[in-house]
């Protein structure tokens, strides 16, 4: 990537991203921790600012539907084509003897999704 003119190789290209990930993934680690600090201190009743930035905490909502409430006012057909399983919930399930854990790896599917890692190549 030295000559603007070149266009970089695989490799160059390689490892800016592995650069660049790596970067990411350490800023990302920093600012989670800072961020719970923060947010501990502003719970407790303290305030702060920058020049640029006064820090608040925002109160965000989420709309839920009572699965049981749901079912009464829709019925089954309805309330089976919009439920999802939650797979550690069904799994804890199994494990506590609730669900039999054979049938439920029986019912499950793989669904395959490519990402690109970075595999370090000593250890």
């Known amino acids: 990537m030295t000559n ?3 266009p970089p190789t695989l490799s160059e290209l390689l490892e800016r991203y592995a650069l660049l990930r790596d970067t990411l993934l ?3 680690a920093e600012k989670e921790e800072l961020g719970k600090q923060v947010k501990a201190a502003l719970e407790a009743g303290e305030e702060a600012e ?4 006064r820090a608040v905490l925002k109160v965000t909502r989420r709309v839920e539907y009572p699965l049981e409430r749901f079912r009464e006012v ?3 057909a309805a309330t089976l084509e919009v439920a999802t399983i939650d797979k550690k919930k069904a799994e804890a399930l199994a494990q506590a003897g609730d ?4 049938r439920l790896r029986d019912l499950a599917r793989v669904r395959e999704v490519q ?3 970075l595999l370090p190549k000593t250890r």
């Open 4 to 6: 603007p003119e070149t």
């Open 26 to 28: 350490g800023l990302e």
């Open 50 to 53: 920058t020049d640029l930035y």
């Open 74 to 76: 829709f019925g089954d």
């Open 99 to 102: 669900l039999d854990g054979e």
């Open 115 to 117: 990402a690109l890692v």
